[in-house]
């Protein structure tokens, strides 16, 4: 069956650094676009990196500059690499793939002194 495991949250100080990580099983992984989304507390959850198949990126505009999403498709993992965090960034992430029809449960990040 599909899964999608999230790793790598936690808590950090404002301006550190947090790399998620992404498991990914049971679908061809190589051939999908893979999401990464947050959502804050009371807040929608919304879309901030993907990484397409052929490996093109996509940002939200905040995020640009400090986020970093990259893929290893021979492992089946996707990654997403923050730095310096700041206490907006606090947020459930989740990785999503093949059109959101699959994700995973999703990881804590709190950025908090």
């Known amino acids: 069956q599909v899964q999608l495991v999230e790793s790598g949250g936690g808590l950090v100080q404002p301006g550190g650094s947090l790399r998620l990580s992404c498991a990914a099983s049971g679908f061809s992984f190589k051939d999908y676009d893979l999401r990464w989304y947050r959502q804050a507390p009371g807040m929608e959850r919304v879309l901030i990196a993907l990484?397409?198949?052929?490996?093109?990126?996509y940002y939200a505009d905040s995020l640009r500059g400090r986020f970093t999403i990259s893929r290893d498709n021979a492992k089946n993992m996707v990654y997403l690499q923050m730095n310096s965090l700041k206490p907006d960034d606090t947020a459930v992430y989740y990785c999503?793939?093949?059109?959101?029809?699959?994700w995973g449960q999703g990881t804590q990040v709190t950025v908090s002194s």
């Open positions: 999503a793939a093949a059109q959101d029809r699959y």
């Open positions: 990484i397409t198949s052929a490996s093109s990126i």
